[in-house]
């Protein structure tokens, strides 16, 4: 899921969407996924989200969003498989453990939702700018400045430490190292050393930019301090609406 968190430049229906608009059709979307205990509805959502990525010209961003999901979510689904004792058994296991239909229920429940909740919050953010994200979460939602640079700094992060890590193991792999194997525990074994280096070279990154933020002004910003002003236009309401109303149909189905 390399990049997935970074931003897509576009000029789509989406992209020119008032970015609290976006955060909150994002948010509809994922608390209508966890309200509804339809398997047929999370579905749906779930091809919302790529129908959305594709208007948004990230379809690949999303497919790969959605296998990275699935491929998190299997740990999830065979202990909620395993561990739910309720319901009619279907397969006796050893070691007195059993799959039930109850069980089996709730855990490709949990999984749809974890899936249909995650993927609309991640595509927002790869089409919406992070100064704007922040801006609109000082001056719209009252968010004291301090708290919305650190939450976009945090976002901003996560595809750099990303990319230090991919470098780390390339250089690790051209020494012999074999990073490519296929046996999860040796993998797990082999990428938790290089959490130091990584570790060391975020500090320093951390560090350099807050120096660059103290040099800017960062005590002094303010509401007042952006020029840009994110004014709700017909687009905005009208997506408002659509997303209330998919959230008010997952109480009902």
């Known amino acids: 899921m390399k990049g997935f968190l970074e ?27 966890f309200i509804s205990d339809s398997l047929l509805f999370i579905v749906a959502l779930v091809a919302l989200n790529l129908v959305l990525a594709a208007s948004s010209g990230i379809f690949i961003r999303g497919v790969m969003l959605l296998k990275g999901l699935a491929k998190f979510s299997m740990l999830i689904f065979i202990l909620q498989l ?21 069980g089996l ?10 899936i249909a909740g995650t993927m609309p919050l991640a595509l927002m953010l790869s089409i919406t700018q992070m100064n ?18 650190a939450f976009t700094t945090a976002i901003r992060f996560i595809p750099i430490f990303a990319d230090e890590m991919a470098g780390i193991i390339e250089a690790q792999t051209s020494r012999g ?13 082999l990428i938790l050393p290089l959490c130091v280096p990584l570790l060391i070279t975020s500090v ?48 009902l189905v």
């Open 7 to 33: 931003y897509a430049p576009g000029n789509s229906f989406f992209h020119r969407l008032n970015p609290l608009t976006k955060l909150l059709l994002s948010l509809l979307i994922s608390i209508a996924a």
């Open 204 to 251: 320093k990154k951390i560090e350099d930019s807050a120096i660059s933020a103290e040099i800017r002004g960062f005590h002094l910003r303010s509401a007042k301090s952006c020029y840009k002003r994110y004014p709700l236009k017909l687009d905005d309401l009208l997506v408002l609406v659509t997303a209330a109303l998919l959230a008010g149909l997952a109480f």
């Open 82 to 102: 395993l561990l739910v004792r309720r319901g009619n058994v279907l397969v006796l296991l050893p070691l007195n453990l059993a799959i039930t239909d109850a």
């Open 177 to 189: 190292v074999e990073m490519d194997t296929r046996n999860i525990f040796k993998k797990v074994g």
């Open 105 to 114: 229920f709730s855990a490709v429940l949990i999984v749809l939702r974890l």
């Open 132 to 149: 704007d994200l922040s801006n609109v979460l000082v001056m719209k939602c009252k968010v004291p400045y301090k708290y919305a640079f």
